[in-house]
C-alpha cells in the first residue's frame, strides 16, 4: 500500500491561497490591483478592525458581466492573457487568476458588479470557495467587493496576524504607494469609519508627495530622468538633507507595477554615498519604464518581486540618474534635517 495521496481539493486550493494571501493587506493589494486592470478612476478601501473583520474595496471601472461572474471565481480564470507567449509581455498588473480564487477560499466573499452594457447588477456571495448565489441587484458601474472574517477557516493562519494597529498601518503604507504609482486615480482609504487618506487623482506629484511625506519634502523634491537603450527612468528624490532613519520612503516601480528589489535599493542608497550619514536613507519614488519583454514579473505568486533581463543597464542608468542630478544640488549647505 503506498503513501501518497493526492490532497483533496479545498485542501489544496488552502494552500494555494496561502502562497497569495498573506494577511489583510494581501488583500488589498490584490483587489486594488484588479480596480486598477479595470481601468478604474476613483477607489474606495474601507477596513475594518485591522482588514480581519471586513475589507471592501469599491471601484467605478468595466465591472465583471453576469456572464462571467462565476467563472471570476475558479482558478487560473483571467481576462488578461491568453496564451503563453502573453505572459512575455504583461502589460496588466494581474495575469494568474489566482487572487480572487485564493481570496474567496479563505473568507466570505460577495461582490457586486455591474458592466456599462448591462441594465442591471449582478451580486455573488461565495463562502469558503463555494458559490452560495448569484443574482441581480442594483448596482453602479464598476465593482464593490466585500471580504469578510478572512482566514475564519484556516484558523493557523488567523493566528499569524499582527494587531489591528498593525495590519492598519501595513494597508496605509501601500494605498499610499498605489497613489504615488497612480496619480491620476483618486484613492480613498477609511478605516474603522475613519478616513486616514485621499488623494484626488488630479495627476499632480507634489499633491500626492505631500499628503504622503508632509510639504516641506514635496517643495524640495528633485526630479530625475534618464534614458536607456530599452527603456527610461524617472521619478522623485530628496535632496541629501531630507533622510530617514529607515527605508520606509523608498518606492519602485516597473512599468507601474510596485515591487520590492534589493539591488535597487542598493543602486539607489550607492548613489548618495559620502553625502547622506550612514543609516540614514533617502526618500525616492523611482518609475522605471522598460520594453515588457526584457522583465520577468512572474517570479513569485504575490508578483511583488522582478527579474531584468539586463540587470546592470538598469541598475547603471539609476545610479546615473540619480548621481547627476544630486551632484547639481550638492552645492547646498550640509546640514541635516531629519524628517
Ligand atoms: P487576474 O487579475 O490575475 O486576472 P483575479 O483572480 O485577480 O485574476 O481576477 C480574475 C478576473 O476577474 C480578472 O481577470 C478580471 O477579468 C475580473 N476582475 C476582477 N476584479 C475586477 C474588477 N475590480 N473589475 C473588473 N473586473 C475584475
Ligand atoms: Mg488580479
Redesign the pocket.
Known amino acids: 500500500m503506498g503513501k501518497i495521496n493526492i490532497l483533496e481539493q479545498d485542501i489544496a486550493s488552502q494552500i494555494a491561497a496561502g502562497e497569495i494571501i498573506e494577511r489583510p493587506v494581501s488583500v488589498v493589494k490584490?483587489?486594488v490591483?484588479?480596480?486598477i486592470?479595470?481601468g478604474s478612476k476613483n477607489i474606495i478601501v474601507e477596513i475594518e478592525k485591522g482588514g480581519k473583520k471586513s475589507i471592501r474595496v469599491i471601484?467605478d471601472?468595466?465591472?465583471?458581466s453576469r456572464d462571467?461572474i462565476r467563472l471570476?471565481f475558479e482558478r487560473h480564470?483571467?481576462?488578461?492573457i491568453n496564451v503563453i507567449e502573453d505572459i512575455f509581455h504583461i502589460n496588466?498588473l494581474?495575469?494568474?487568476?489566482?487572487?480572487?480564487?485564493s481570496i474567496a477560499a479563505v473568507s466570505n466573499l460577495s461582490v457586486t458588479?455591474k458592466t456599462r452594457n448591462e441594465p442591471i447588477g449582478t451580486i455573488c456571495k461565495i463562502s469558503a470557495g463555494v458559490i452560495e448565489d448569484v443574482s441581480e441587484t442594483a448596482s453602479k458601474n464598476?465593482?464593490l467587493?466585500e471580504v469578510k472574517n478572512l482566514f475564519f477557516n484556516t484558523p493557523a493562519r488567523l493566528k499569524f496576524l499582527s494587531s489591528d494597529t498593525h495590519e492598519n498601518s501595513r494597508i496605509t503604507d501601500l494605498i499610499t504607494r498605489f497613489a504615488m504609482g497612480n496619480i491620476n486615480i483618486s484613492f480613498r482609504l477609511i478605516i474603522d469609519k475613519k478616513e486616514l487618506f485621499y488623494s484626488s487623482g488630479n495627476g499632480d506629484y507634489r499633491e500626492v508627495i505631500a499628503k504622503v511625506y508632509g510639504m516641506d519634502l514635496a517643495k524640495q523634491i528633485l526630479y530625475i530622468e534618464k534614458a536607456f537603450d530599452n527603456g527610461k527612468i524617472w521619478g522623485y528624490i530628496s535632496k541629501p538633507s531630507f533622510n530617514r532613519g529607515n527605508r520606509t520612503g523608498q518606492t519602485f516601480f516597473v512599468n507601474n507595477r510596485f515591487v520590492k528589489d534589493l539591488g535597487l535599493t542598493f543602486c539607489l542608497e550607492r548613489a548618495y554615498k559620502t553625502m547622506i550619514p550612514i543609516r540614514r536613507f533617502p526618500i525616492a519614488i523611482i518609475f522605471i519604464d522598460i520594453d515588457n519583454s526584457l522583465v520577468d514579473v512572474n517570479v513569485h505568486p504575490s508578483k511583488m518581486e522582478i527579474k531584468f533581463q539586463n540587470e546592470n543597464q538598469v541598475h547603471h542608468a539609476l545610479f546615473h540618474a540619480i548621481n547627476e542630478t544630486l551632484k547639481n544640488h550638492v552645492l547646498i549647505p550640509k546640514e541635516t534635517l531629519s524628517i
Open positions: 490584490e483587489l490591483e484588479n480596480s486592470d479595470a471601484d471601472g468595466e465591472g465583471i462571467d471570476a480564470a483571467t481576462s488578461k496588466t494581474g495575469f494568474r487568476g489566482e487572487a480572487l480564487a458588479t464598476g465593482c467587493i
